[in-house]
C-alpha cells in the first residue's frame, strides 16, 4: 500500500512539473509578431472621396452636371468674387448662399465639410506620399497618376453600368444625374486626350505635333493633383504666397485670389487653383498644337 501511495505521488508530482514547464514554454512568442498592413492611401475610400470633391467645384462639372451656361472663365471670376468676398466677411448669409448656389450645396455647412475633406485629405496625402521628401519623387508622382486614372476609369465604367439599369422608378429619378456625371468624367478623360482642340486627336498619333499635345496634355494631368495637394493641403499659407504669380498668370482670377479661402472655405480655394492651372495649361497645350500644325502647312 505505502509504495502505491509513493507512485502516485511521484506520478503527481511529475505530472504538475510538465504542466509547469508547458505552461513556461508556451508563454514565450513562437515568433515575431506580423508587421500591420499598412493600406495603400491612393487604392483607399479616402482618395475616391477626395476626387469626387474636387470634381463639384470643377467649373466643367458645373457646366456638364448642373447646365450652367456660363463659359469656364466667367465660373472662375464668380468664384473669386465669392471667396473674397467670404474672406472679407465669414458670417455674411446673402454670400454663404451665393457660395451654396454657385455649387450646388443644400446649406453652407455642406460646403465647409467639402472644402475641409479636400483640405484634410490632402495634407494626409501630401504626408503619406512626400514623407521626409521635399516634393514627390517620379516613381511617387507616376503612382498618384496611376491612381486618378484608375479613379477615373471606374468611376466612367461604374457610371456607365447604372446608366443602362433603367428598369425601375428609382433610376428614372436619378437618371439624369447618372448621365451628367458620366458624361463629365468622359469629357474630362477627353481632354487629358487633347479631345478639345479643332483637331482631331486620339490616343494613337503618327506625327509630331500630335505627340507633343500629348505629351502636354500627359504633364498638365500630372501636375493637377499635386497642385491640389499643395494649395489645399497647406491652406491659407499656400494661397496667399502664390497671389501675385496667380494674378500675373491668369489676370482674371487677380491677385485678389491670393487672399480668398481662409479657414472658413480654404479647401476649395486650394482645388479651385489647381483647377484653373490645369485648364490653363491645357489651353496653352492647344495653341502650341494649332501652331505647330500652322508652321507644317507652311513648310
Not at 88 to 107: C, K, V, W
Not at 108 to 137: C, E, R
Not at 160 to 189: C, M, T
Amino acid at each position: 500500500m505505502k509504495k502505491i501511495i509513493q507512485l502516485t505521488a511521484f506520478y503527481f508530482f511529475t505530472f504538475i512539473f510538465l504542466i509547469a514547464c508547458s505552461k513556461k514554454e508556451l508563454s514565450v512568442p513562437l515568433s515575431d509578431p506580423l508587421p500591420p498592413v499598412i493600406e495603400n492611401p491612393l487604392t483607399g475610400q479616402l482618395f475616391d472621396e477626395l476626387n469626387e470633391t474636387i470634381a463639384r467645384f470643377d467649373p466643367l462639372y458645373l457646366q456638364v452636371v448642373y447646365k450652367d451656361k456660363r463659359s469656364k472663365q466667367q465660373l472662375n471670376e464668380e468664384a473669386s468674387r465669392l471667396f473674397f468676398a467670404i474672406n472679407q466677411n465669414p458670417t455674411s448669409s446673402l454670400i454663404q448662399q451665393a457660395l451654396i448656389d454657385l455649387y450646388h450645396f443644400n446649406n453652407f455647412s455642406d460646403l465647409q465639410k467639402a472644402s475641409n475633406i479636400i483640405t484634410n485629405y490632402s495634407d494626409g496625402f501630401k504626408k503619406s506620399l512626400l514623407g521626409k521628401d521635399a516634393m514627390l519623387s517620379k516613381e511617387k508622382l507616376n503612382q498618384l497618376t496611376e491612381a486618378r486614372n484608375a479613379f477615373i476609369k471606374n468611376k466612367i465604367i461604374t457610371l456607365e453600368k447604372a446608366s443602362k439599369k433603367g428598369s425601375n422608378g428609382l433610376w428614372s429619378d436619378n437618371a439624369a444625374w447618372i448621365l451628367n456625371q458620366f458624361h463629365y468624367y468622359s469629357q474630362v478623360v477627353n481632354l487629358d486626350m487633347g479631345l478639345d482642340t479643332d483637331g482631331v486627336v486620339g490616343n494613337e498619333c503618327s506625327e509630331s505635333c500630335c505627340f507633343e499635345l500629348q505629351s502636354c496634355n500627359m504633364s498638365a494631368k500630372n501636375k493637377f493633383l499635386v497642385n491640389v495637394l499643395d494649395f489645399s493641403a497647406d491652406g491659407v499659407q499656400a494661397l496667399v504666397m502664390p497671389g501675385g504669380l496667380i494674378g500675373s498668370i491668369f489676370p482674371v482670377i487677380g491677385t485678389s485670389f491670393g487672399f480668398a479661402g481662409g479657414a472658413v472655405i480654404g479647401g476649395i480655394g486650394g482645388a479651385l487653383v489647381a483647377t484653373q492651372y490645369y485648364y490653363n495649361e491645357l489651353k496653352i497645350c492647344s495653341y502650341n498644337y494649332k501652331a505647330c500644325l500652322e508652321r507644317k502647312k507652311q513648310n
